[in-house]
Nanobody, 115 residues
Framework: QVQLAESGGGLVQAGGSLRLSCVAS????????IGWYRQAPGYQRELVAR???????NYADFAKGRFTISRDIAKNIVHLQMNNLKPEDTGVYYC?????????WGQGTQVTVSS
């Protein structure tokens, strides 16, 4: 069983910044991928960024140059620093931990960017 607890969402003006954090606990394999997805109303959930236990990182095109993902493996924490936020970044941001046979999701944190 894995638990993912997200924090850091909120309301920010366009051009502002937010830092999301996700703490993972429970049965966590040493081999995994942890990352952030988002879902806007009426849209499918999409990848924002993810990082492997080896440090390999993938960003969605919209996140490149504005968002930075990082992780503290020892503490099982992953952060998403989001800069220069835009109204289209509004949505619920979910933490995801992908292990060999299990994909776990957090409950999500709301990010709202006003114009």
């Amino acid at each position: 069983q894995v638990q993912l607890a997200e924090s850091g969402g909120g309301l920010v003006q366009a051009g502002g910044s937010l830092r999301l954090s996700c703490v993972a606990s429970g049965s966590i394999s040493s081999i995994n991928v942890i990352g952030w997805y988002r879902q806007a109303p009426g849209y499918q959930r999409e990848l924002v960024a993810r990082i492997t236990n080896y440090g390999s990182i993938n960003y969605a095109d919209f996140a490149k140059g504005r968002f930075t993902i990082s992780r503290d493996i020892a503490k099982n924490i992953v952060h998403l620093q989001m800069n220069n936020l835009k109204p289209e970044d509004t949505g619920v941001y979910y933490c995801n931990l992908q292990q060999v046979a299990l994909s776990s999701w957090g409950q999500g944190t709301q990010v709202t960017v006003s114009s």
